[in-house]
């Protein structure tokens, strides 16, 4: 329905938007995250009861996102709205 009130046009540029918003949020958490990782090593946060290290739970996060950033800025394999695209990393 809204696809044809905004054309082709539209589309790519809603696109372009939210993959260019994608990728800047997934930065920033992948630098902040990086961030709170040397913190956590540093100053030796840990769980209060069972005293399990934080900072590589941090260290997820950061692979995660980073890895992440690159495939949410890549064009979908088919295109077509409704359809689930194969995973970045499976291509």
């Known amino acids: 329905m809204l696809d044809e009130a905004i054309g082709a046009w539209g589309r790519f540029a809603g696109d372009v938007l939210t ?11 992948a630098l902040r995250s990086w961030r709170q990782a040397g913190d956590a090593l540093e100053f030796g946060d840990a769980t209060n009861m069972l005293s399990i290290p934080l900072w590589p739970f941090y260290g997820l996060i950061v692979l995660g996102a980073a890895l ?24």
Do not use: W
């Not at 993959?19 to 958490?29: I, M, Q, S, T």
């Open 19 to 29: 993959r260019g918003l994608a990728v800047f949020v997934l930065v920033k958490l």
């Open 68 to 91: 992440y950033a690159p495939c949410s800025s890549s064009r979908p394999s088919t295109g077509s709205a409704g359809e689930c695209a194969r995973p970045c990393l499976m291509r």
